[in-house]
């Protein structure tokens, strides 16, 4: 990979040429991070390069990816989600110039399409025939997805409280699903130990060095979309951490290949039922075990494994911590449903909740350009949706029950 | 709309100057469809044109389209869904050049937001300020979704069987909802009659004319992504009869705007337990009502409301009628999933099974290009999906239960 310099350890900083070794630093098993040759990027990867290309995917900005040139790109459409300008809820929520990344119109729905993507690419390359992770569910059923439509194997380790809606996703892709009567960290343990002994490729986020490159494309297509303007704020809900890290990644590149002349900051938004970042960054503290309390179940993680890269993205960007209630998420669910048509799942609403509270704090200047993250999909999760819209046998949910007749109807309606 | 000449009736040929005069034909009550000025759209309306567009939504063609050039453009990205190669799946089924239409990738998860998105163009251009249809599901959803983007009111007529799944989607989006005691044409009755006492705007698709010209733009779509060689084959699934109408009014645009050379012949896949149209086609009789017996809840329409349209369709394209039972649906939903990496609702992957069906029946040229749409995401009815996966409990859907504990797991796996 000519683009890609080194992978150096977030933790001792030992540097690798050329990439990451295998997974793990070898010297001390911190998660290592991919290094780029800016000056070659440079020269290769230009704004008018990218507005002759036509894919709409997250492999248009390939120069600035850990993928060989003749590796095997994967049939599905992951990335080139679209950004909306939110009027509307702007309005609501006091911010002028706000924009949505709708990242539940992935393939499989979630963000982390983009991370198994990627990892399906490098498992292909490194001639694999299987890869596994383990996932409170999108990066499950991402992995699934990618892998069925390139050809492999998935086997997929998820905690028994993951919503049937995710599971079945999961077993239609043909993956063999690893139920854990446990929980994150559990089913995380397990899933190592059987990768290490079957030799699969290894998707987990807090091993694999690769797939926050594969999530920074969400950042390189923000920018893009807005002219290479970058926005002023990004707010995202942060669960394992692997996300956020990987969305400062892509804007560090960015600014690195000289493509956007400043940095956002970072909205670090966590449910206040398992919020162990956030709780870091605001005391200063290391990361400690919480429980994971919320129904938010894609961020529900008590001990985030990059959670490190997380705390050191949300303190580089100069950005803010907002806890939310579930209450909150819930909320945050139906304005977005009712003012963009939008439908995210409760973990990929909690950053535009997270933006609410902190907006109604004046924490968030009026004029500033913000870009709130959905990272998944409400028809995941539907239950928690139901939750959100009320009991469906009461007229407050919004749904009336009547039988076909004409008169009691139009009465009826008549007085909504 | 300088490109729109006329409206003409399907059942009297009745023709109305400047398009449609409101829903239905004045005269007869028949069905309208919109007429171009063919020779005006191919001054306006080429491939160099078309080459230069960023827009990738319906829209793109919007000089082939019923709408103002000063009308109000919705925010959610409608169309623009991937077509997909599908190899290993074109594979299984004995066709060589076989692709996959992956609509489940529009905002609210249907092919159906595309006529929703033309609907509340038109409603809004009008001066509605809400909008209303029946529907077993998604088109609902559609018309609740967009209509929200665009800050309009939404009433939805839904029967009473339709997935929870999907009437969650539309509370979410702020839709009031009416669950009809009732089947599909019972739901029809009562929205109707709601609709003309309370003024809302009509998006039923047997009274708009509109909505198949939404629907079209997925052909115009196939076509380009094809570079421009239409199809042998397009294979769908059939409820009402505004979809497959659409598609195919959508290639006949295509090819009297000069874009195309030739037409495709359609595949009419209906459920065997509701097929009424390939009912009529195959014995070429008039469309006479069904129960509505089939898993596949979006077409499981026992009195097609379009069905005059579509038959004409088929007809027209020289296309084939097959009728799947709900375990060849089942089967096919597995099948796209697992070879592919698409996850489609019953009713989304009917056409596949349909197309399946008719390969081994010899029907279809090894050698065919063949597109089969899929018109759903399987995420709006997990229910159905875990019919097609079998019963959790059992190993065979895939899915293997198992305590935290290292050693019972890393046995169990190594048996798989």
Known sequence: MRNVLAAVCVTCGAEYEGGAPVYNCPACGGILEIIYDYPYIKTVFTREKLDGRRDPTMWRYRELLPIEEDSQLPPLRVGGSPLYRAERLGERLGIRNLYLKDEG????????????????????????????????????????????????????????RA??????????????????????????????????????????????????????????????QLNFAAPDYVAVSVGDGCTIAGIWKGFKDLYAAGLIDKLPKLISVQASGCCPVNRAFETNSPIARMEENTIADSIAVGVPRNGDKALLAIRESGGLAVNVTDDEILAAMKLLGKTAGVFGEPAGVTGTAGLKKAAEQNRIPADAVVVSVVTGNGLKDTASAQKATGDFSSPQSGLIHIPPDMDIRVEYLGNR
Chains 1, 2 share one sequence.
Not at 173 to 194: H, M, P, Q
């Open 163 to 224: 919503p049937v809606g995710k599971l079945t996703q999961l077993l239609i892709f043909g993956a063999t699903v690893i139920s854990v009567k446990g929980n994150y960290e559990d089913t995380f343990r397990l899933s190592a130990a059987a990768i290490e002994k079957y030799g699969w490729y290894n998707r987990n986020a807090a091993i694999n060095p690769y797939l926050s490159e594969g999530k920074k494309t969400v950042s390189l297509e923000i920018a893009e």
């Open 105 to 160: 119109l992935n393939p499989t729905a979630s963000l982390k399409d983009r991370a198994s993507a990627l990892a399906v690419v490098r498992a292909k390359k490194e001639g694999f025939s299987a890869a596994a992770c383990s996932s409170t569910g999108n990066a499950a059923s991402s992995l699934a997805g990618n892998a069925a439509a390139m050809g492999l194997r998935s086997f997929i380790f998820v905690p028994e």
